[in-house]
């Protein structure tokens, strides 16, 4: 995870925190984004290095953090 930096790591700790309180389901996320439930629920507890190698990753990250900012905005 050395290639994530920490202001990435403190946005999906805010978001996640966020997600859950607005009650989106990662299977919400997941239909929107086409990334299956478990790369998600990797992403939410920091384990990287199971998401596929970069510029994937970062994609990854940056649509499950735009769903949920999206999602808060409605």
Known sequence: SSEID???VKKIRELS???K???LDL???ATATKISTNQLKNIESF???KLPPNPMRLSFIDQYCSVIEK???N
């Open 6 to 8: 920490s202001d990435t």
């Open 17 to 19: 925190k966020l997600r």
């Open 21 to 23: 309180s607005i009650e």
């Open 27 to 29: 299977k919400a996320i």
């Open 47 to 49: 384990k990287f290095e």
């Open 71 to 73: 999602a808060n905005k």
